[in-house]
């Protein structure tokens, strides 16, 4: 057997990851479009999780063009000699006139909002801010591209909270109404999912075990 029919018998893995805590989570803004560099500690975190995967195969890696993602996927990508694939589809949800906004004073301002937001995703609307709904669409046809492209290959897609909680959703055929639910996804953190839809199995899911210090919300 070639070396090419044999990787095309091997198992999908798709590996996905939140980039690192930036500065606008440690002053808990709402990001969004909008960016804002990682830490020293989110810079930490992805080096902790380019440690343990230094020994992982990966045969492509797909980024959110948001460049805290970008940089996480850079520090992850380590040593090897791989282009990585920045993709709008997989940038955070557009959250409109919340973006940059402290969450407190964003709840004092849109109570409504910000409950549905939380509690009630499939109703959530704000102004000029992405529904729900648009974030999946966008980010599962991104995830389409890959299965295809890489089937049998191992795969690495850096992104964001909704949009990992969104196609992990999908994985786990999970209802909208129950986004938030744990697992919470730190920063840097870690799922994995082998195989091919719908034959696929979660082996990961917001794993943090690479952490060398105590995880922190952000």
Same mark, same amino acid.
């Given at each position: ?7 095309? &018998?091997?198992? &999908? ?38 440690? @343990? ?13 948001? &460049? ?11 040593? !090897? ?5 920045? !993709? ?49 669409? !966008? ?9 295809? @492209? ?10 964001? &909270? ?7 959703? !999908? ?34 899911? @917001? ?12």
């Amino acid at each position: 057997m070639s070396e090419q029919e044999h990787t095309k &018998t091997e198992k &999908t893995q798709i590996y996905l990851v939140r980039h690192g805590q930036t500065e606008w989570n440690v002053e808990h803004r709402f990001q969004g479009h909008q960016d804002s560099p990682l830490t020293q500690l989110g810079l930490q975190q992805a080096g902790w999780l380019a440690e @343990a995967m230094r020994d992982k195969q990966i045969d492509a890696i797909y980024s959110s063009s948001s &460049t805290r993602a970008l940089r996480t996927a850079e520090i992850i990508r380590d040593m !090897r000699s791989l282009p990585i694939h920045a !993709r709008d589809g997989l940038m955070e949800m557009n959250l409109g006139v919340w973006e940059g906004g402290i969450q407190k004073e964003v709840e004092s301002t849109y109570p409504e909002q910000y409950e549905a937001f939380w509690k009630d995703p499939e109703h959530f609307q704000i102004e000029d801010a992405e529904r729900f709904e648009e974030v999946q669409a !966008r980010a599962s046809a991104v995830l389409d591209e890959v299965l295809t @492209a890489h089937r049998g290959q191992s795969v690495l897609i850096v992104t964001h &909270t909704v949009v990992l909680k969104l196609l992990m959703a !999908r994985f786990e055929q999970r209802p909208l109404r129950d986004l938030w639910q744990l697992p919470y996804i730190y920063p840097a953190c870690l799922c994995l999912i082998e195989g091919d839809e719908p034959n696929h199995t979660i082996v990961l899911h @917001a794993d943090t075990s690479h952490y060398q210090e105590k995880p922190v919300e952000g």
